[in-house]
């Protein structure tokens, strides 16, 4: 990080690794995703949103965000009625808990998101007549994941 801060010339010294972590720390945690449509496809990007980022998550949001057509402007728009003094809430998506404490720093007292893996190796043994086997995770090769979610 130095040699990169000396030649871009930047001013002022270098941060700490600690000071770095904060700061992407603080990014990571207030970022938003938003999708731009460049020369025909589609690109994704991680912006900083002054304000946007104090509201609080429910998922679905009494709100709908995005970028204007132009790219110039992030706009949240009422997706319902929203009373003088409710929240307005902001979706981070339908994420479980963990997903939430890691990315985010919080976790919520009830989540219908939140699951659970199962240490489940009898899966593979089930016959295919069963009807369970249905609701069972796959691996990519077909076959049934040992880990199954539950909750």
Excluded at 122 to 140: D, F, K, N, T
Aim: aromatic letters at 8%; a negative charge; one cysteine or more.
């Amino acid at each position: 990080l130095a040699a990169r801060w000396s030649e871009l010339e930047l001013a002022g010294e270098p941060p700490s690794e600690a000071e770095l972590r904060w700061a992407v720390a603080a990014v990571t945690s207030r970022a938003y995703g938003a999708t731009e449509t460049l020369g025909g496809k589609e690109a994704g990007l991680s912006l900083l949103i002054p304000m946007v980022d104090m509201a609080n998550h429910l998922h679905p949001p009494n709100t709908a965000k995005g970028l204007e057509a132009d790219g110039r402007s992030f706009v949240v728009l009422a997706a319902e009625h929203i009373r003088r003094g409710e929240q307005v809430y902001l979706s981070y998506g339908p994420l479980p808990n963990m997903a939430l404490l890691n990315q985010f720093g919080f976790v919520l007292q009830a989540s219908p998101t939140d699951f659970a893996l199962v240490h489940f190796p009898e899966a593979a043994e089930l016959p295919q007549s069963c009807q369970a086997i249905e609701g069972l995770v796959r691996e990519r090769e077909g076959g049934f994941s040992p880990w199954q979610p539950a909750g």
